[in-house]
Nanobody, 124 residues
Framework: VQLQASGGGSVQPGGSLRLACEAP????????MAWYRQAPGKQREMVAS????????????NYADAVKGRFSISKSVAKNTLYLQMNNLRPEDTAVYYC??????????????WGQGTQVTVSS
C-alpha cells in the first residue's frame, strides 16, 4: 500500500493549506484513514480521522480538540485521495503531517500503513 502525501508548505498565522494523500490501491470503505502530525520534540498525534460506516452509508469524522472547527478531513473516492483542509493556521500547528491508513474490515484487518510526511510551518 502506497500513501503519497503532498501540500505542505510555509504560511503565516491565519493562513490555509490543503494536504492531499494519494492512496491508489486503497478501498476507502475498508479502511480508517487519518492524518497525524509530529512536532519537534513531541509525540506523534492524531489530527483527524475518517471511517466509512457501511450500514448508514456515511463517513464518521473525528478531530483532535486542538483543530476542531479549523481543520476538515475529506476524501475523493474517484481520485483515491484523502484531504486535510487546514484553515486559520496557528504556529502550534507547525509539524510534519503524515497520512495513515488502517484496514478495519475484511482480510488483514488491523494492518496499518504510513505515508511519508509533509512539512507544515506556520510563522510570521
Amino acid at each position: 500500500v502506497q500513501l503519497q502525501a503532498s501540500g505542505g508548505g510555509s504560511v503565516q498565522p491565519g493562513g490555509s493549506l490543503r494536504l492531499a494523500c494519494e492512496a491508489p490501491t486503497i478501498n476507502f470503505s475498508l479502511y480508517t484513514m487519518a492524518w497525524y502530525r509530529q512536532a519537534p520534540g513531541k509525540q506523534r498525534e492524531m489530527v483527524a480521522s475518517l471511517t466509512r460506516d457501511i450500514p448508514s452509508a456515511s463517513d464518521i469524522q473525528n478531530y483532535a480538540d486542538a483543530v476542531k472547527g479549523r481543520f476538515s478531513i475529506s476524501k475523493s473516492v474517484a481520485k483515491n485521495t484523502l484531504y486535510l483542509q487546514m484553515n486559520n493556521l496557528r504556529p502550534e500547528d507547525t509539524a510534519v503531517y503524515y497520512c495513515y491508513a488502517e484496514k478495519t474490515k475484511g482480510l488483514q484487518a488491523g494492518v496499518a500503513y504510513w505515508g511519508q510526511g509533509t512539512q507544515v510551518t506556520v510563522s510570521s
